[in-house]
């Protein structure tokens, strides 16, 4: 079975503009998480999204936003990027809303903001 | 709030053995560990939910104590494939998890 898979791998933008990062979870997941992970550091909690409807949102601004579709991949969307959103980001989907069997994370897409 | 991980880091020889710490100042849910191994995703180690329960994984185990909102990964007889960054991540009841800074673990042959 095809693990979670994210899409770009990496992707260099430049200050203010805006970027789309893609996850597909496991066939059979229906939650989805974002996360965010700047080096030397633990991912830190973006968006939970599960049969569609955000169930959960981390610290981050209103520039962060994100969906689910009804085959339960997932977009996150940064606007008006910055510096300091440079960061890997990880996709996790586990199959259902309370994580209990494990979150199974894709590889991550490197986001460089120059 | 992130949950605190000590040690930071942590050397070791084949064979020895190691204990990673998570503590949080929240009442905790459940709380799961990670291994994440350079340039490579998180891999789901163990979850342990609130009762004070004891779980394994090979020789690799953990135990929680939900009064101290305090967790403990147990690396027994360390091989060379347990090097990497190991996370707790803790749930207050909300689905959220909160991860640590992480414990790097590098052990040496």
């Known amino acids: 079975d095809a693990g979670v898979t994210q899409s770009p791998t990496h992707l260099i933008k430049t200050r203010g503009q805006q970027v789309t990062l893609r996850c597909s979870p496991i066939s059979g997941h229906k939650s989805v998480s974002w996360y965010q992970q700047v080096l030397g550091q633990g991912p830190q909690f973006i968006f939970q999204?599960?049969?569609?409807?955000?169930?959960g949102r981390g610290n981050f601004p209103d520039r962060f936003s994100a969906r689910q579709f009804p085959n339960y991949s997932s977009e996150l969307n940064v606007n008006a990027l910055l510096l300091g959103d440079s960061a890997l980001y990880l996709c996790a989907s586990s199959p259902d809303l309370t994580g209990f069997l494990g979150y199974t994370f894709g590889s991550g897409t490197r986001l460089t903001v120059v | 709030q992130q949950p605190v991980q000590s040690p930071q880091a942590v050397i070791l020889r084949e064979g020895e053995d190691a204990v990673i710490n998570c503590s949080s100042s929240k009442a905790l849910y459940s709380v799961h560990w990670y291994r994440q191994k350079h340039g490579e995703a998180p891999v789901f180690l163990m979850i342990?939910?609130?009762?004070?329960e004891q779980k394994g994984h090979e020789k690799i185990s953990a135990s929680f104590n939900e009064k101290k909102q305090q967790s403990s990964l147990y690396l027994t007889a360390s091989q060379l494939s347990y090097s990497g960054t190991y996370f707790c991540g803790t749930d207050t009841n909300d689905y959220k998890l909160s991860f640590g800074a992480g414990t790097t673990v590098t052990v040496r042959a």
């Open positions: 999204y599960y049969e569609k409807e955000e169930r």
């Open positions: 342990l939910l609130k009762g004070g």
